[in-house]
């Protein structure tokens, strides 16, 4: 049958709860405002869910302007978006990076929800991938995770409980690849942009974690290291870096353009 993009995610604050979009514009930086912002400790290193489960919990919201963040026990949080603040240098695994600090408010309000000191940054400046030539803001290491919808459907006949999607955070996810079909093409046009896959994704902690609960269990790492394991990684879903950039809806056809 034809592939069609079927869902379609942006995560305005790096590992809060993604937000499902009908609609989108695609950057060469990925979707509009994807990992704009990002929590760091007083040293500036990043904080995510690896480390501290409670972030899948965070609701945010954001349109450019302002950021809307919903967390259990707590008053919504309404942030008008700052540019003029200290420019913070700051970490994302092993990469440098710059961001604006939020200001006190923002940052009591993370440290409240979290239990421990945290600073709330905006990114600025520029960041290129390591591999591909892509560019991207606070996100791992590449602007895109595409994943087929026929991949989780298949994990989740060996698994005792199926899982959603959002375990696994993608960006874009396609139906009418097949099971895994995503790691046998290099380029597909979707909608009005063109995007290349360029790397198998790399699984960690996160994907065990409940984004409703945030409660850890062992799957799906268990199963996945079963059969999903390449060069001493787990992986499921593919990297991707925009090659052509435009609009994005869910519903768009899908089309391959080149097979690895």
Known sequence: MPATLTELNVYPLKSGRGTSL???ELTDRGVRYDREF???TPDGRFMSQRTTASMALMRPAYNGEVLSVDAPG???LVHKAADDGDVLDVTVHRYECQGVDQG??????FSSFLGRDCRLVRFTGSRATGRGGGVLMFADAYPLLL????SLAELNGRLDEPLPMNRFRPSMVVEGLGAFGEDEVRLLRVGETVVELVKARGRCVVTTTDQDTAERGREPLRTLASYRTRDQEIVFGQDAIPRTVGA???????EILEYK
Do not use: C
């Open 248 to 254: 994005l809806a869910v519903g768009d056809p899908v």
């Open 74 to 76: 707590m008053e919504t």
């Open 22 to 24: 009908e609609r989108a």
């Open 104 to 109: 006190d408010e923002a940052a009591a309000w």
């Open 38 to 40: 990002m929590l760091v």
């Open 147 to 150: 994943i087929s919808a026929e």
